[in-house]
């Protein structure tokens, strides 16, 4: 089992920066992507950006040069940097993790507000 805490979160005009972070716990050697989704009210959830074990990265085309990820393997935490923040990137941001076995595991969410 995987257990995921993402923190970070908040209220943000729009233009300013926030950034993410989620740890992962339990049985973490088995690890292969992280990311993170997104889901605003009415919308399905959504890929924000995910990073393999080996450093492979990719974006979703809304986010791409404005979010960064990065990942701390020996801390087991990804990291999302967002900046240039827009009033539609406001949403519930969950973190994820996929397993090399197949098992998908989601952190709690955490909510991103950005105001105009």
């Known amino acids: 089992q995987v257990q995921l805490v993402e923190s970070g979160g908040g209220l943000v005009q729009a233009g300013g920066s926030l950034r993410l972070s989620c740890a992962a716990a339990?049985?973490?050697?088995?690890?292969?992507?992280m990311g993170w989704y997104r889901q605003a009210p009415g919308k399905q959830r959504e890929l924000v950006a995910t990073?393999?074990?080996?450093?492979?990265?990719n974006y979703a085309a809304s986010v791409k040069g404005r979010f960064t990820i990065s990942r701390d393997s020996i801390k087991n935490t990804v990291y999302l940097q967002m900046m240039s923040l827009k009033p539609e990137d406001t949403a519930v941001y969950y973190c994820s993790a996929a397993t090399f076995a197949g098992s998908d595991y989601w952190g709690q969410g955490t909510q991103v507000t950005v105001s105009s």
């Open positions: 339990g049985i973490t050697f088995g690890i292969n992507t």
């Open positions: 990073i393999t074990r080996g450093g492979s990265i």
